[in-house]
């Protein structure tokens, strides 16, 4: 099973361990723009549709 920790969009925060930011880069017809939610680094990565290995 893999975990957030083990994807390109995830970013470790520096000042909180065990957590971090899936940060992903969202288009639509106006604009681009980044999206981030916060996740644990140890979290399953099974229900994300935008999970891509590292």
Do not use: I, L, N
């Amino acid at each position: 099973m893999s975990t957030c920790a083990e994807c390109k969009s995830f970013f470790v925060r520096e000042e909180e361990p065990g957590q971090g930011d899936c940060v992903r880069r969202v288009v639509d017809p106006r604009q681009a723009y980044y999206q981030s939610k916060p996740v644990r680094e140890d979290s399953s990565s099974s229900g994300c549709e935008s999970f891509q290995k590292k």
